[in-house]
């Protein structure tokens, strides 16, 4: 379920009643599911494990979110990633966005079904992040992909050869989310 805030709220008034309602200002989802990929281990499956990883041509995080009770077409939409404490999460690109089909499992996603599914990674929908360091929080803007309730799954690709680290959905509170802007 999201979590909503709220904006300033509105008040109509009749003779006989006074209603005053607080439309939301921002809602934050939390993914069903995250995984990577890797060529180096093309039948290994990630899903599960607690970072997401990106390399140029060698490992692409995917993401996906089920998206319900949106107060209509965002202003804006965030996705958030927070890349991971290990020594070697930074990178000197944090990769872009771009959108994702719904046909890929996050227990059964390896390097070689991802080969075999064309179509899994869809057109950009953000450019690089550029450099990211241990700990930051990432923000990439998709509100071009995001038109309210729906399905949206997202790949993350770098440009680079040096490797990022996201925190997955089991980390918990610092994992992905995809925030809504009214």
Known sequence: PPTTTTAAPTTT????TTTTTAPPSGQTFTPDKDTYVSAGAPTSNFGGGTNLQGRSGARIAFIGFSVAGTAGVPRRAILRLTVGADTDAGSDDGGAAYQASDD???TSLTWNTYQATPG???PAVTGSVGAVNIGQTVDFDVTPAVTGD???DFAIQSGSADLTKYLSRERGAKGPTLILEY
């Open 104 to 106: 890929w499992q996050e």
């Open 150 to 152: 729906g399905r949206y």
């Open 13 to 16: 008034s009749s003779s006989t």
């Open 120 to 122: 899994l990674v869809g």
